[in-house]
């Protein structure tokens, strides 16, 4: 098993949820977190508590992305108009790696930062390996047509795991998908209950 992938599942079992609904996730058998420690029996946990565990299953959804850069969105939403949770997943949903994922083009989201960063997408015909590039309405990601028959790409293609949101709108036989809006947080499929209204109120401690 690869360091990323361990790391991964670790964020699981750490949260005690199935971030991404995956059958192979090991939170699945063993509910307790990882580690020699991880079956201790826990106390009721403070406010602090739940907002941290909020924010961080939040960013551990989007493939765990730096806290430098989730601190980013934060203050974007809030320097928006609007709700600054519904501004947040808003961002977020936003990336290219995040799209790319929801297109099935990866089979998760660190599998999609890896394809960009390698070259193999591109964004309204030019290529894109800025895993964290914002996308706007209209935009048009594609595979690149040398890697349309990459493994990788065909497995999450044929995934049953999961279905792409209707903000978005793809051809899986031609790899294609289009960003149509940016979506609400009740339009976002996640497989657990998320809470970006937790990390509203962690960042305005």
């Known amino acids: ?115 960009i960063n390698h070259g193999h997408i591109l964004v309204n015909g030019k290529r894109v390996n800025i895993p964290s590039y914002l996308l706007k309405e209209g935009d048009v990601v594609e595979v690149r047509e040398k890697s349309k028959q990459l493994a990788i790409v065909l497995d999450a293609v044929q995934s049953a795991e999961r279905d792409t949101p209707d903000y978005l709108e793809v051809d899986h036989r031609q790899m294609k998908g289009t960003f149509i809006r940016v979506p609400q947080l009740s339009d976002v499929p996640y497989p657990v209950q998320m809470e970006p209204n937790l990390v509203v109120e962690y960042y305005s401690r």
């Open 1 to 115: 098993m690869s360091k990323r992938l361990a790391s991964k599942y670790k964020i699981n079992r750490r949260l005690g949820v199935n971030l991404w609904g995956r059958a192979k996730s090991p939170v699945n058998r063993r509910e307790y977190g990882p580690g020699q420690h991880g079956q201790r029996r826990r106390s009721k946990p403070s406010d602090y508590s739940v907002q941290l565990m909020g924010k961080q299953k939040l960013k551990g959804y989007y493939g765990n992305i730096s806290e430098k850069q989730f601190r980013r969105y934060y203050d974007e939403a809030v320097r928006r108009k609007g709700d600054t949770s519904e501004n947040m997943i808003g961002l977020l949903e936003r990336r290219l790696d995040a799209v790319v994922y929801r297109l099935k083009f990866a089979i998760t989201p660190f599998a999609a930062r890896q394809f």
